[in-house]
């Protein structure tokens, strides 16, 4: 009996008081003379009221937190917001010179982007204007993302660069791995770029690779042209493993492997029985 009065009070608390929703919107104001200001909105909505903080002039000396309340129609979507007070700022100026905004904003969806459009006024304490223009927000949750894509885009282009360079700042002795040998390097970049070949005369040597035991290669038969490989590596230690599958027509089985760590290049030799193994490990 206990059981089903629990069931039915987290039943109630759900469904009979309404759900809480959060939004998180990023963009400008625009005042009348066309200058922009940048905007941010951080609102929890239950009910139909509205309450949370604004950040204007974001990563400036005049950064400024203000509360936020107001009200949101549903069946409009449309919000009715003002700034009640400043919570932290980084300008000196006093604080009768702020200027506290009240909003008309209509929630739109365009191409499974959320935005927040509308109107604003400024008010001082006195009540008197100080400002006016509209209001142009995107939900912050798809900037993100796309911040996200542009950063890989740059990390991709910097490691195809690194790799395509052939001015290599500095390159270390070549390191021959044989059996159960244990090869230690400590790196900088947050991605592994590996290039593995047959630097003799192609014999049919075959390889496994993996890294952190994820298999890359599998029984693969070494060209005189790179095999290139690219691979984010993790916080710590990470493990590249190389075992040979085949000796070809001559014993060990011989690769040449290259690492390639921003302009720091490790050459490396292995020289393997059959199903024995090396181990190269990387500290990031």
């Not at 009348?32 to 950040?55: H, M």
Request: glycine share 4%; with cysteine; proline share 2%.
């Amino acid at each position: 009996m206990k059981f089903k009065i629990l069931i039915l009070l987290i039943l109630c608390n759900t469904f009979c008081f309404g759900q809480i929703k959060k939004h998180h919107y990023t963009g400008i104001l625009q005042l009348k003379n066309n200058q922009p200001i940048s905007f941010s909105l951080e609102l929890t909505e239950k009910d139909g009221n509205v309450f949370g903080y604004s950040i204007t002039n974001q990563n400036t000396e005049d950064e400024t937190k203000s509360e936020v309340q107001g009200l949101y129609f549903k069946k409009d979507k449309t919000f009715q917001l003002q700034e009640t007070q400043i919570i932290t700022t980084k300008s000196e100026a006093p604080l009768n010179s702020f200027c506290y905004i009240r909003m008309n904003l209509t929630l739109k969806k365009m191409l499974n982007k959320k935005r927040l459009e509308g109107n604003f006024t400024g008010n001082f304490l006195d009540s008197s204007k100080c400002a006016e223009g509209k209001i142009m927000l995107i939900e912050k949750s798809f900037i993100d993302r796309k911040i996200k894509k542009i950063e890989k885009k740059i990390e991709k282009y910097k490691e195809r660069e690194i790799v395509n360079n052939e001015d290599i700042s500095s390159i270390v002795k070549t390191q021959i791995i044989k059996d159960g040998d244990d090869f230690k390097i400590n790196w900088i970049s947050k991605f592994l770029i590996l290039k593995v070949w047959d630097s003799n005369q192609e014999d049919g040597d075959k390889i496994n690779l993996s890294v952190n035991g994820n298999l890359i290669l599998d029984n693969y038969e070494t060209k005189n042209k790179p095999k290139k490989i690219r691979y984010k590596l993790l916080k710590g230690n990470n493990i590249i493993n190389i075992r040979a599958t085949s000796i070809g027509k001559s014993s060990p089985n011989t690769s040449r492997v290259e690492l390639i760590d921003r302009k720091k290049k490790y050459p490396i030799l292995t020289q393997l029985e059959l199903n024995k193994s090396a181990i190269i490990k990387i500290i990031k």
